[in-house]
């Protein structure tokens, strides 16, 4: 019985070890972003300033969203998690499988309620999942074949109606909007699908992501879109909000706004693919062998601090891996670690171009935060491909990463008082790792 168990608080650690809690803050430090590129849109219509009306919403709906996909993560896999992790809290069955099916769906139903504003049409189909999932469990501890029948009726139920009111909510205005000037009209429809739109494929990617990412190796394309949608999903809101989405100005500020939408959301993709190639191998720690570096003795226990054979201290001298990082990739590593920033960089020659002195103080504000961004990644990569007993530790490193280069975005895009906060959500997220697994 693990330690978490034997504590008042052992529960709450459960759930938030199924929920990868730890790694929260980077969602909120990616809304931050969304924050930043919302005031950065509006600076071109001379609206300066930040806007925080839809804000808090917006930003529980991505944590929601993110929560649930860690939950869908934790039931798709828990064969594989009772071989290579067996304490997960779903696969070592500590929290049922039925639970973890409720858990998520009340968080996708939370997500979309709060991110697009509608639940009459959401409540009533997870009700009905809720209903086949908790019929299937019964069902299998009746041995009831009617009951698994009924199960799988409520559960078809459900899924056809998600199908049908998705494509409802895209294609039919949901609005009454009679009486209203035609301008004013064609505003609250263009604001609902940007709005609509960024958050329901969020939602449909983080599911795809989780089903498919077993089976292919692309599937990490879908896992850096997620990151990329969580900061276009609040900028949508805020704008949307704030009544700053119309088509006439949109398209006279075209050229001015596409890199701001475009470049920090790309920027945050990069670095999460990267990371996400790394984590895909995180599990090798049980397969790949390990030598010392002074007298070649196996260790059979890749997370052990000194040699059996000469007693050499392994967090001094690395131990030599079956696959050890190549020499060239070792050269590349600062480019593998910066790649994120290459579209931030883009983004900050933009605006020193066009704005001139009036960005140098977050110019040099953003080229610090990089400089650190560069060096937390490069350790936690060099962590992570150097030794496999490393590779969680260099992965949750990596993902915390993603609060720092957050906040070199929101320096970047004229916000450097957001900064801080980006900093605090990064060194929360480390907090949290070291009580939870980050990965």
Not at 46 to 69: H, K, Q, R, V
Not at 213 to 220: E, K, L, T, Y
Not at 253 to 274: F, Q, R
Not at 299 to 325: F, K, M, N, Q, T
Request: aromatic share 6%.
């Amino acid at each position: 019985m693990s330690s978490q168990q034997n504590t008042p608080g052992g529960a709450l650690w459960e759930w938030m070890a199924l929920l990868r809690a730890s790694n929260a803050p980077t969602v909120l430090a990616d809304c931050a972003v969304g924050l930043a590129m919302a005031a950065a849109v509006r600076a071109q219509f001379s609206y300066p300033g930040l806007i925080f009306d839809g804000l808090l919403e917006a930003a529980c709906a991505m944590c929601a969203i993110y929560f649930s996909g860690m939950v869908l993560n934790a039931i798709v896999d828990r064969d594989v998690d009772a071989i290579e992790r067996p304490t997960r809290p779903v696969a070592s069955g500590r929290i049922r499988v039925p639970t973890a099916w409720t858990a998520f769906i009340v968080l996708v139903t939370l997500g979309l309620s709060l991110g697009i504003g509608m639940t009459s049409g959401i409540v009533p189909l997870a009700v009905a999942a809720l209903v086949g999932v908790w019929t299937l469990d019964k069902s299998d501890r009746a041995r009831s074949i009617t009951l698994r029948r009924l199960g799988w009726m409520w559960i078809a139920v459900a899924l056809v109606g998600a199908a049908v009111w998705l494509v409802v909510t895209l294609l039919i205005d949901p609005f009454d909007l009679t009486g209203f000037e035609p301008d004013r009209a064609e505003q609250i429809r263009i604001g609902w699908r940007a709005m609509t739109i960024p958050v329901l494929t969020l939602t449909v990617a983080a599911t795809a992501y989780n089903l498919l990412h077993r089976r292919a190796g692309w599937s990490v394309l879908l896992l850096a879109a997620c990151r990329l949608l969580v900061p276009v999903c609040v900028c949508a809101a805020l704008l949307a909000r704030a009544g700053s989405l119309d088509t006439n100005l949109l398209s006279l500020k075209a050229a001015a706004i596409t890199p701001v939408l475009v470049l920090p959301p790309l920027a945050i993709a990069l670095h999460t693919l990267m990371l996400s190639v790394v984590a895909r191998r995180e599990v090798d720690v049980h397969f790949t062998e390990a030598r010392c570096a002074r007298c070649n003795h196996q260790l059979h226990d890749v997370a052990a601090s000194r040699c059996g054979e000469c007693g050499c201290d392994l967090a001094v001298h690395a131990p030599v891996c079956s696959r050890p990082i190549p020499e060239p990739l070792r050269r590349w590593l600062p480019f593998i670690a910066a790649v994120g920033l290459l579209p931030a960089v883009a983004l900050l020659m933009l605006s020193i171009s066009r704005l001139g002195g009036g960005v140098i103080f977050a110019s040099a504000t953003a080229v610090l935060t990089a400089a650190g961004f560069v060096w937390i990644s490069m350790r936690g990569l060099t962590a992570a491909i150097n030794h496999p007993s490393r590779r969680p530790a260099g992965v949750a490193a990596l993902i915390a990463a993603l609060a720092i280069l957050d906040g070199c975005l929101c320096a970047v895009l004229g916000q450097p008082l957001l900064l801080p906060v980006c900093i605090a959500l990064w060194f929360t997220t480390r907090t949290l790792q070291r009580k939870t697994a980050g990965s």
